[in-house]
């Protein structure tokens, strides 16, 4: 199985992902447009990747294109270029998959939901949000705002 994400810098909350049994671009693409769907974006929003070739497609660059994003990918070889999503997949290693064994690629893909929508992005604390989950984290953000709006 493979698992593509979106993640929010500023939240650290996974935004859109996707899972399936090859890693063609149509997994990449899903996972972004979970993410417009969820996030609407304005124009001009910056997409960090690294240097795969399904973010180097014509169909990737294509959907970034219609909806205004802005790509910025990996320098080759740097793994700190992109150090917010490898953090999130070694929690994901971490917490869920070496901890467990999966009997059908069905309980894979439900429990690998369950860590990302109920888990990591509600419950789990991170440090860099000042021990917050990414809700959390970014419902306090949104009442400070309407606060200092109001």
């Keep these: ?17 996707s899972m399936d049994e090859t890693m063609k671009v149509s997994l990449v693409n899903d996972a972004l447009n979970m993410a417009i769907r969820h996030r609407n974006p304005q124009r001009g929003l910056l997409w960090h990747t690294d240097r795969g ?3 180097a497609s014509y169909s990737h660059k294509d959907l970034l294109q219609k909806h205004g994003i802005v790509q910025s990918m990996s320098r080759k070889g740097n793994c700190w270029d992109n150090a917010v999503a490898e953090s999130f997949f070694k929690s994901l290693k971490n917490e869920l998959i070496y901890q467990r064994y999966f009997y059908t690629k069905k309980q894979a893909k439900q429990e690998i939901f369950e860590y990302i929508e109920f888990y990591y992005n509600r419950t789990r604390s991170h ?3 000042g021990n917050l989950s990414p809700v959390r984290f970014e419902e306090i953000n949104l009442m400070l705002h309407i606060e200092m709006a109001a």
């Design 1 to 17: 199985m493979y698992l593509a994400t979106v993640i929010d810098l500023y939240s650290r909350k996974v935004v859109g992902w």
């Design 127 to 129: 440090s860099y949000l």
């Design 53 to 55: 070739s399904q973010y």
